[in-house]
């Protein structure tokens, strides 16, 4: 039975696990110093070269890499291999601006998929395993990698991508899935649909693998109860691979960063100041083993915090949080931080389902911002005087929660568009002035 827990590796003692990410660290500044003229641009105009990186300790002289730099360098600035050594290209949806275009060599390919097949182990996953893989394949990471991952750990793969939700239902009776890898939103449509068919005693699932998005403490545990599995999150990024970079273990609290592969900080996005473990922050990636697209201090803009606390799993790689929004999905309104995750975290503690949408404009030079929220099928047939009360209590339970006001508009259940890949929580009208 292939196994893909790789002991030696994943529970290395983390002064081994130091000197392993130095030795891989200082061979990749000096491949990326050779090979790519737009970084060892910038590591000169910061005065830096490979000599002043002798370990992690040096990695603070690094400059950041951001998205900007990554449209600007589009589509081949960043490359360090040469094209014919490279055998795949990733990117990401592009829905602002350039899309980001990611390169592999097949020793990537390899590592992305070693990475997906350890976090396919960590939910218990084995060669007797039917995992069914609702990510959707084509230019995203997320079907591609846990297929790659699925293949690894010599599980029966069910290369299903996203959509036609029947004939998921059906693939994942008639082959018995155990595994279901797809984004929380999606699995939580699936598990609405499985209720509606009545075929939750035909389901087979054991454990689910869901990522891409942010989703609740909440969430996670209705998912579970509906599918009666474990669901686990799974992190990551295009422009670091894909899935797989960090994954939940038994233990189900945070992920295990693949720290043999990748390197995290975590810096005050403001001043860009490194900070301790422990504190809130951006994180930042350098990827120490990738060949074709290797970012060094990769600005992920998501927020988290990284903690080094024994794990009962074993695994001795740094553990991040679920990211709690990403620094770039803030919304300001009426001059208030407000992340989706705090509205779903609301909407799930007083009953709701997770389906919403955030719509925010500007009238009068007043910011507007009201959250369509579905109602409870039970709730649908209330009175109106019932539903109105229902909203002044969410109306009161979401300023508790984020210090201003909302204006609150239960809709009919279903009447929010489904998403088959990642939800789109905010409609921010603002932005089209
Ligand atoms: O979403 C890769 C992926 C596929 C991860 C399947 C997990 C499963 P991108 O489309 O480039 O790649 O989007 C990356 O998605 O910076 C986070 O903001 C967000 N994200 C990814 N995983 C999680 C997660 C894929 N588990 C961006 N929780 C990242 C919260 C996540 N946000």
Request: aromatic letters at 8%; glycine letters at 8%.
């Amino acid at each position: 039975m292939p196994n893909y827990y790789q002991p030696e590796i994943e529970t290395m003692p983390y002064e081994q696990l130091r000197e392993l990410q130095n030795e891989k660290l200082l061979k990749q500044v000096r491949h990326v110093w050779d090979n790519v003229p737009y970084y060892r641009a910038k590591m000169e105009a910061k005065g830096v070269t490979p000599e002043d990186i002798q370990s992690i300790d040096d990695l603070h002289k690094l400059p950041f890499l951001s998205k900007a730099d990554l449209r600007d360098a589009y589509p081949y600035g960043l490359l360090a291999k040469p094209l014919g050594d490279c055998v795949r290209i990733q990117s990401t949806s592009g829905t602002t601006g350039k899309r980001v275009v990611a390169f592999y060599t097949q020793h990537d390919i390899d590592l992305w998929e070693d990475c997906c097949a350890r976090a396919i182990v960590a939910a218990g996953g084995t060669n007797e395993d039917v995992v069914h893989v609702s990510y959707g394949y084509g230019l995203f990471t997320g079907g591609p990698g846990l297929n790659g991952g699925s293949h690894k750990v010599g599980c029966l793969t069910l290369p299903m991508s996203s959509g036609n939700t029947d004939r998921q239902l059906q693939f994942m009776t008639d082959l018995g899935s155990t595994i279901l890898c797809c984004t929380p939103s999606y699995a939580q449509y699936l598990a609405e649909s499985i209720y509606e068919k009545g075929i939750r005693d035909q389901i087979k699932l054991k454990a689910g693998i869901f990522g891409a998005e942010a989703w609740s403490e909440d969430m996670r545990q209705d998912i579970q109860n509906k599918l009666g599995i474990k669901a686990y999150d799974i992190y990551g990024l295009t422009e670091t691979s894909g899935p797989g970079v960090a994954f939940e273990c038994c233990e189900q609290t945070g992920m295990h960063i693949n720290e043999d592969h990748f390197i995290a900080e975590i810096i005050d996005p403001d001043t860009e100041e490194v900070l301790p473990l422990g504190s809130k922050g951006e994180l930042v990636f350098t990827a120490i083993d990738k060949e074709a697209f290797p970012l060094l201090r990769y600005r992920t803009r998501d927020i988290c915090v990284l903690s080094r606390e024994k794990c009962s799993c074993g695994r001795t790689h740094v553990k991040m949080s679920k990211p709690m929004g990403r620094s770039d999905d803030m919304l300001i309104i009426r001059g208030v931080n407000v992340f989706p995750s705090q509205i779903e975290t609301v909407l799930m503690q007083q009953g709701y389902p997770a389906n919403y949408q955030i719509i925010v404009d500007r009238v009068n030079n007043t910011d507007t911002f009201e959250i369509m929220v579905e109602m409870m099928p039970a709730m649908f047939s209330d009175s109106l005087a019932k539903i109105n009360e229902a909203e002044k209590a969410l109306v009161a339970a979401l300023k508790a929660m984020l210090g201003i006001s909302a204006k609150v508009r239960l809709v009919a259940p279903k009447s929010i568009t489904r998403s088959e890949g990642k939800a789109v929580r905010v409609i921010d009208k603002r932005k089209l002035y």
